[in-house]
């Protein structure tokens, strides 16, 4: 089946620095999600993504859906203590079930003051 | 406010014993699903229902069970047949799934514990 794998695992920043994690699939995707999880909570959306070569920015975080069709990376500038969490990316394929996402396992994001 | 609520936070729960978590949005959103999350691990989909009174299995069915009487409730039934049910659960709903909107919004979750 489908599978996405999620770059890095982890990451230990110093507050200010930029961040980059990305995500690949095996197959095509035709839309791309980037949520955030802070511990004990549901993840939020930050950015879809459904065109490739789409590049769309939220604030610091920007997010692009690779030509390809097959990745898609987040970037957050500047980092701040409160972007501590989990980041998840997740996708829907083609021919895959209407709405059904698959979710990469995540970046844990930690921010040194 | 418009928003997904799970209820309780959490929840403990004997082995052998089967346990329901609650799940309500008033969205108006027409999908909802329930996903099972494990420590390091993405969401896995246990549950989705696209219309009231249907609902199809997600990849990790097996020993839960869920109903879809009302559009704004997907109550998920955790049985005693489900081997490992400690775990993280969420819950997520959708705008319009037929039409292809896939941007799902969780809810804050429910933490069950098998003692």
């Known amino acids: 089946g489908q599978q996405l794998n999620q770059s890095p695992q982890s990451m230990f920043i110093q507050e200010g620095e930029d961040v980059s994690m990305n995500c690949t699939s095996s197959s095509i995707f035709n839309t791309w999600l980037w949520y955030k999880q802070d511990p004990g909570e549901g993840p939020v959306l930050l950015i879809a993504?459904?065109?490739?070569?789409e590049l769309t920015s939220n604030g610091r975080l920007t997010a692009q859906f690779g030509i390809t069709r097959k990745d898609s990376f987040l970037n957050i500038s500047a980092s701040i203590p409160s972007d501590v969490g989990i980041y998840f990316c997740?996708?829907?394929?083609?021919?895959?079930?209407?709405?059904?996402?698959?979710f990469g396992k995540g970046t844990k994001l930690s921010v040194k003051p | 406010d418009g928003g997904i609520t799970q209820s309780p936070k959490y929840l403990f729960r004997k082995e052998g014993q089967n346990v329901t978590l609650s799940c309500e949005q008033n969205l108006n959103h027409d999908a909802m699903y329930w996903y099972r999350q494990d420590p390091g691990q993405g969401l896995r989909l246990i549950y989705y229902?696209?219309?009231?009174?249907?609902?199809q299995k997600g990849d990790i069915a097996e020993g839960y069970s869920v109903s879809r009487e009302k559009k704004e409730s997907f109550p998920l039934t955790v049985t005693s047949a489900q081997k490992n049910p400690t775990a993280f659960y969420l819950c997520?709903?959708?705008?319009?799934?037929?039409?292809?909107?896939?941007?799902?919004?969780f809810g804050p979750g429910t933490r069950l514990t098998v003692l």
């Open positions: 993504l459904y065109k490739a070569g």
């Open positions: 229902s696209q219309i009231v009174n249907d609902f």
């Open positions: 997520a709903s959708s705008r319009d799934d037929i039409f292809g909107s896939i941007e799902q919004f």
């Open positions: 997740a996708g829907q394929g083609y021919g895959g079930s209407q709405g059904n996402l698959i």
